[in-house]
Antibody, heavy 119, light 111 residues
Framework: EVQLVQSGAEVKKPGESLKISCKGS????????IGWVRQMPGKGLEWMGI????????RYSPSFQGQVTISADKSINTAYLQWRSLRASDTAMYYC????????????WGQGTLVTVSS | QSALTQPRSVSGSPGQSVTISCTGT?????????VSWYQQHPGKAPKLMIY???KRPSGVPDRFSGSKSGNTASLTISGLQAEDEADYYC???????????FGGGTKLTVL
């Protein structure tokens, strides 16, 4: 059974750093892409970027380029989404999803990680 | 990159059909046959309902169908059921620079 399991909710202060994770199981982690999607409170979905864990090829939406870092450790089937300096506007639910190709739909999704940034 | 345009809300009675539109440009919806649709119930992760404009993943009822004409894609749900009440989002591949773009979402109410 394909599963993406994300790390737990986080509460952080502005300026702090954060790295959340997405662990894949039940499929070949290195031959599919993992994408990240943001959903701010009460708002719609926003596509952030995608990584191919097989060779760490990473692409970002222009809106998120330079704001976050996407990485992966294929030895433990885990992808990451990282911030160096959080802002209150980063408060959102973040989802990871599996994509067979960049052009494809996300066929399996993690349960989401809620990130709250507040002073 | 602007979000794709979807109606804020649509509604229908059980057994009826509804269609949700998703309008983009020739740089996204109109330029590629890579439109997907997602269903999201409150507090839940999105679920893929349609990919590559018309294809249904295994397990998705055939009441859900997708189509595209020019720069507008559509999701049609026939034989509406109470459990179809949810938010629906379209998403299109938008080329090697913008990659992907979502629509703003449509709230479906089953009356």
């Amino acid at each position: 059974e394909v599963q993406l399991v994300q790390s737990g909710a986080e509460v952080k202060k502005p300026g702090e750093s954060l790295k959340i994770s997405c662990k894949g199981s039940g499929y070949s982690f290195t031959t599919d892409w993992i994408g990240w999607v943001r959903q701010m409170p009460g708002k719609g979905l926003e596509w952030m970027g995608i990584i191919y864990p097989g060779d760490s090829d990473t692409r970002y939406s222009p809106s998120f380029q330079g704001q976050v870092t996407i990485s992966a450790d294929k030895s433990i089937n885990t992808a990451y989404l990282q911030w160096r300096s959080l802002r209150a506007s980063d408060t959102a639910m973040y989802y990871c999803a599996r994509y067979s190709q960049i052009t494809a739909g996300g066929d399996y999704w993690g349960q989401g990680t809620l990130v709250t940034v507040s002073s | 990159q602007s979000a794709l345009t979807q109606p804020r809300s649509v509604s229908g009675s059980p057994g009826q059909s509804v269609t949700i539109s998703c309008t983009g440009t020739s740089s996204d919806v109109g330029g590629y046959n890579y439109v997907s649709w997602y269903q999201q119930h409150p507090g839940k992760a999105p679920k893929l309902m349609i990919y590559d404009v018309t294809k249904r993943p295994s397990g998705v009822p055939d009441r859900f169908s997708g189509s595209k004409s020019g720069n507008t894609a559509s999701l049609t749900i026939s034989g509406l059921q109470a459990e179809d009440e949810a938010d629906y989002y379209c998403c299109s591949y938008a080329g090697s620079y913008n990659l992907k773009v979502f629509g703003g979402g449509t709230k479906l109410t089953v009356l």
